[in-house]
């Protein structure tokens, strides 16, 4: 079958052309891999919306257009807590390609942006008006809609938002595995807390058990080594070409224990 490429001036037209059934292009990191290989195939979409790019700081949020790449992440002072994320995607060529929306449905063990956003609680808007919790979105990706930007709210200081990757080949290889944590203190105790890990399931996820102990604790050695006990509670590593189920269910509640013993 043919490729039949289509582009839009706004991404309601091209809500309305995808009805039609066919596959959203947005940096194409993962569409294009698929055209190359002969498995996407049909209708391609794709909108040049200038609101896709468009980052906007609104209170205590940001607003990220989907079609906003990894590079404008980076170029952002309002997003400077997101900037070791951006800079552990890929290299500077993947970098520039890559958008916000199309981290969300990137395939395992990609979607490290993904795990970010699910830690810090973010909202997908989609271009129908509705807003989703990022981390719905990570249950079913089957059928994915089509968002217009990402509203993410701002870590209250320095010390609430962590990130690590875990990977083979420095510094842009493919993660073993990822953790985001968002660990907001009132009066030196740990509030709403939020464990996010990236390839230790067929999606982006959080910890139950890991958040289950750090909540309402403050963040001594003693709590830090019975999250990392709880880590891999309720997730499911799989098996792959980088490593084996066994090995991350192994080092997850290493290396989150690391990281807690940085942000503590």
């Known amino acids: 079958m043919a490729v039949q490429v289509q582009t839009h001036a706004s991404l309601s037209a091209a809500q309305q052309a995808l ?23 049909g209708l391609i979409v794709r909108a040049t919306d200038p609101a896709l790019r468009s980052i906007t ?34 290299g500077p060529q993947v970098r520039a390609m890559a958008t916000v929306g199309g981290n969300l449905f990137a395939p395992h063990p990609y979607g490290d942006f993904a795990v970010a ?25 089957t059928r994915p809609p089509l968002i217009a930007a990402i509203e993410v ?23 073993v595995l990822s953790i985001a944590l968002h660990l907001p203190r009132d009066g030196g105790r740990l509030r709403d807390v939020r464990v996010a890990f990236g390839a230790m399931g067929p999606n982006p996820l959080r910890s139950a058990g890991a958040e289950r102990v750090l909540e309402g604790q403050s963040l001594d050695a003693a709590v830090i080594a019975r999250a990392a006990q709880s880590a891999c509670e309720g997730l499911d590593p799989p098996t792959d070409a980088l490593a084996s189920s066994w090995y991350r269910r192994e080092v997850a509640g290493v290396h989150l224990g690391r990281l807690l013993e940085r942000m503590a």
């Open 57 to 90: 700081a609104t209170g205590d949020s940001v607003r990220i257009g989907a079609g906003a790449t990894m590079t404008d992440i980076l170029a952002s002072r309002d997003l400077d807590f997101l900037h070791p994320v951006a800079r552990a995607i890929g």
């Open 153 to 175: 709210p701002r870590p209250r200081d320095a010390r609430a938002f962590g990130w690590l990757k875990v990977s083979r080949i420095k510094p842009k290889g493919v993660s």
């Open 19 to 41: 009805g039609q059934g066919g596959t959203y292009l947005a940096g194409g990191t993962i569409v294009m891999r698929g055209v190359n290989a002969g498995a996407v195939q």
């Open 117 to 141: 956003l699910i830690a810090l609680g973010a909202r997908a808007l989609l271009v129908q008006g509705s807003a989703r919790p990022v981390e719905d979105l990570m249950r079913d990706r």
